[in-house]
């Protein structure tokens, strides 16, 4: 069931920036800008999906607007008050209210811990209840994800992949957050595994109206799990739409390619030709001039090549990073 969105935001990224200093043994420390002035708003209860390649920044922007990182400019508004301001107990304060599903289920999980205590343990740390209140919680959210409470003595590694992310998620969701970002929740798992965590999660969604972020390379999970998407390209949000105007026609380049990568089931239309994205990802230690998709793009011009396209507005709700697109 889709929630109606909010006029006030639950959580708002202005024009954040993070960047990241690497070293190595081939010449002086570089600057890898991960997130270059992208802006993003959520609403409670809503889904958005974020999806791009891999390197494109995407996960770096999720735990940024969650202060896993902290940002290097830009504000982080939760609740409209600006949480970039805020530290130490009000901080952890507002951790409570916003998790986080990580992609990998073997190496997220404490293999020394047995379960129940990994998914309590959100619940000691926060002092959410006694003893017996922890346990009951702890047991309630092991039956909402499909793990019989039974199992909580034993360790992560007597799990399945798909069990091990469903204990992911109940950790994520023992505190009763109102802001979850998914990193590649099921980008680790076999296909048909794949659609019982979305499943779940969209159940677990629509009981608790949690808003959520969620992030995949796979344009395909995105729209399944999202009402909203962003494209992401080496650092920037080139488009952004609602789900079905955005699959129905992609605007920028980059997201018709995404969207030509899908698999198609029908022979007459697999036929027809498709704008298939070519090259790797360039390095985003060195991204290339003007608009960072020039050289992989069949519309670049010499415009595309001087300076990077603004992002604006061609619809209500719906915005577009391109030079060619944008003058039509």
Not at 83 to 94: C, E, F, R
Request: one cysteine or more; hydrophobic letters at 40%.
């Amino acid at each position: 069931m889709s929630k109606v969105r909010s006029t006030t935001p639950l959580l708002a990224a202005q024009d954040v920036h993070k960047s990241f200093t690497i070293k190595d043994d081939r010449g002086p420390a570089r600057n890898l800008k991960a997130v270059d002035g992208v802006s993003v708003d959520i609403a409670p209860g809503e889904v958005v999906g974020v999806v791009g390649e891999s390197g494109c920044g995407k996960s770096t922007l999720g735990k940024t607007i969650i202060r896993m990182y902290e940002p290097d400019a830009g504000k982080l508004l939760w609740k409209g008050n600006d949480m970039t301001l805020v530290s130490g107990t009000d901080l952890k304060t507002i951790r409570k209210d916003m998790q986080m599903i990580f992609q990998d289920p073997y190496s997220s999980l404490n293999p020394r811990k047995k379960v129940r205590d990994i998914i309590s343990q959100p619940l000691r740390i926060h002092a959410q209840g006694d003893k017996e209140e922890i346990a009951r919680r702890t047991e309630e959210v092991m039956n909402e994800v499909g793990i019989n409470p039974v199992y909580g003595r034993r360790y992560p590694h007597q799990f399945s992949g798909g069990q091990r992310q469903r204990i992911g998620i109940a950790r994520a969701l023992a505190l009763k957050p109102d802001f979850v970002v998914c990193d590649e929740a099921v980008s680790a798992l076999d296909v048909s595994i794949q659609a019982q965590i979305l499943n779940l999660l969209l159940d677990l969604r629509d009981k608790h109206g949690f808003a959520n972020l969620f992030i995949s390379h796979d344009l395909s999970v995105v729209e399944f799990i999202s009402q909203r998407i962003l494209v992401m390209y080496l650092g920037r949000i080139v488009e952004r739409a609602p789900k079905v105007e955005l699959m129905k026609e992609p605007l920028h380049p980059y997201t018709r390619a995404l969207l030509a990568a899908f698999p198609i089931a029908d022979p007459s239309v697999r036929k027809q030709k498709k704008q298939i994205v070519v090259g790797d990802v360039p390095s985003p230690l060195d991204p290339p001039s003007g608009c960072h998709f020039h050289p992989r793009c069949p519309l670049a011009t010499d415009r595309c090549r001087e300076a990077y396209p603004p992002l604006v507005d061609v619809s209500p709700g719906r915005q577009v990073a391109c030079w060619e697109v944008s003058a039509g």
